[in-house]
């Protein structure tokens, strides 16, 4: 039992262990580590569309003296719309005629000439993502690249500045350049994107682990109790039944622990009762033009009478329209103020005793009258 070697994944049978590669280990390559000329020469080819051919024509001499500087050589044919890269005799680097492919075809997708020269560096990869045939709508597939940019290239931005790489839509292609671990950033980003995952989420937990990654206490701990857990809006029928599932049954064992009997189910929508015969038959057209006698008129009489009904329609809606333009006009109905004797009257009236008041005050009113008839009388007398 002591003499047994520890298993070993498959996967990692033929690991070894690599003294060399260590961090202070300068990886750059120089041309004084050059081993010698190359014994084949190793060349590749890209395609590019029509509309780049000018730009890439006014450039091309920019192209030439950044590869130039690396030993490589570069051919661009117009006649077949192609550009070539291969190694030479001053070529010493043996992955830099990779750098120069990944170059080419930045140039081919509509990246420019200044930042394509970038990805030449060592610490620089670039992915070319393929999103064309994610999504089969072309509506939708229109709106989810729309929703990578953002309103006013805000969310490409922000994309660009959580993961220091160089991000730009073309086409049905998505091109990145920037370090190797961020290029996995955008790529899960742009993805997810096309398959309706907004990339707000994205960004949200990138912004997190930012921040996280600043605490040195926070170095070997697991940090998902930060993250934000983000669940689907829109389940599957099948997902809404099986949680519908899940809480009746936590409900029954519930009400079985307090010595209840589990609810029962009640069937909320009835039967209905089941009948042989088939639904009545639904008149067709030609029974309906039968019965009314249409059926039986010539092609003329037939269009005059669709006219005239024509006409009759206009005529009853025009009619209604000026019923409801006329209402406007119609002048509302206005109460009048009650005048100084209705108000008094109406002030009796609300009064119990108002008649009698009024009485003693008209008998008064006469004996006052009568008192200064006989002054007079007697005056004139």
Same mark, same amino acid.
């Given at each position: ?19 060399w ?19 084949e ?9 029509k ?14 003296r ?5 030993? /490589? ?9 192609s550009?070539?890269?291969?190694t ?9 005629l990779?750098?120069?492919?990944d170059?080419i ?22 992915d ?17 690249r729309q ?6 290239g ?6 660009e ?8 839509v ?18 899960r ?9 907004h990339?707000?989420?994205? /960004?949200?937990e ?11 206490k ?34 029954d064992?519930a ?5 209840l009997?589990?609810a029962q189910?009640?069937?909320k929508?009835a ?31 037939r269009?005059a ?9 206009q ?6 329209r ?10 509302p ?29 008209s ?11 006989? /002054? ?6």
């Amino acid at each position: 039992m002591e003499g047994e070697e520890p298993v070993v994944n498959k996967n990692k049978r033929h690991r070894k262990d690599k003294p060399w590669d260590t961090d202070d280990i300068d990886q750059s390559y120089s041309l004084e580590q050059a081993g010698g000329v190359f014994t084949e020469e190793s060349s590749f080819a890209t395609l590019f569309p029509k509309y780049r051919e000018k730009y890439l024509r006014e450039v091309w001499s920019a192209v030439t003296r950044a590869l130039d500087s690396h030993g /490589i050589g570069c051919t661009l044919d117009l006649v077949h719309g192609s550009m070539s890269v291969k190694t030479t005799r001053k070529t010493y680097d043996p992955y830099v005629l990779l750098k120069a492919r990944d170059m080419i075809k930045l140039l081919a997708r509509g990246v420019a000439i200044s930042q394509a020269v970038k990805v030449l560096q060592d610490d620089v990869a670039c992915d070319i993502i393929k999103i064309g045939s994610l999504v089969r709508n072309k509506e939708r597939f229109v709106k989810r690249r729309q929703r990578i940019i953002g309103p006013d290239g805000s969310t490409l931005k922000a994309i660009e500045l959580l993961t220091q790489c160089y991000v730009l839509v073309q086409g049905s292609t998505v091109s990145v350049m920037g370090p190797y671990k961020s290029l996995k950033e955008v790529r899960r980003i742009v993805l997810d994107c096309m398959k309706n995952i907004h990339p707000i989420y994205r /960004i949200k937990e990138l912004m997190i682990r930012r921040e996280l990654a600043k605490d040195p206490k926070l170095a070997t701990e697991s940090w998902d109790r930060f993250l934000p857990q983000f669940r689907k809006r829109h389940l599957k029928t099948s997902e809404k039944t099986a949680k519908k599932n899940e809480k009746q049954a936590v409900k029954d064992e519930a009400r079985k622990a307090a010595g209840l009997d589990p609810a029962q189910k009640t069937d909320k929508t009835a039967k209905k009762v089941y009948t042989p015969f088939p639904p009545p038959q639904l008149p067709r057209k030609v029974d309906m033009q039968l019965e009314s006698g249409e059926y039986f008129l010539k092609p003329h009489e037939r269009e005059a009478r669709e006219i005239e009904q024509r006409k009759q329609k206009q005529a009853e809606t025009t009619a209604k329209r000026q019923k409801e333009r006329a209402e406007v006009f119609i002048a509302p109905v206005e109460t009048a103020a009650p005048t100084v004797g209705e108000k008094k009257k109406r002030r009796l009236a609300e009064t119990d005793d108002g008649v009698h008041g009024h009485e003693e005050q008209s008998e008064s009113k006469k004996k006052k009258k009568k008192k200064k008839e006989k /002054i007079l009388g007697s005056e004139v007398s």
